[in-house]
């Protein structure tokens, strides 16, 4: 199975279990973040990403550069528990 039939499998087993509200308000939300404009401004597969400096959990800063030069590096984004 491709990436992107697990996504769909995925997709579609969220939403089975979302009342029709819910579902409504989701693809409200989705349309108004394309109506916005931002789907344009998201980075293209193979675009290098900008550099950065974030503090970590211990509260050092930690530059991408840096971390580039030890090697690939992977950006996970947690959005919290909502």
Do not use: C
């Not at 509200?21 to 344009?40: D, K, N, P, Q, Y």
């Not at 293209?44 to 840096?66: C, E, H, M, W, Y």
């Amino acid at each position: 199975m491709s990436l992107q039939e697990k996504l769909n499998a995925h997709k579609a087993k969220s939403q089975a279990g979302r009342s029709p509200e819910i579902a409504a308000t989701f693809r409200r939300a989705t349309e108004e973040l394309r109506a916005s404009g931002i789907v344009e401004l998201v980075l293209k597969i193979g675009t290098a990403a900008p550099r950065f400096a974030l503090l970590n959990a211990q509260g050092t800063t930690v530059s991408s550069a840096d971390l580039l030069q030890r090697g690939p590096l992977v950006l996970s984004f947690y959005r919290g528990h909502w």
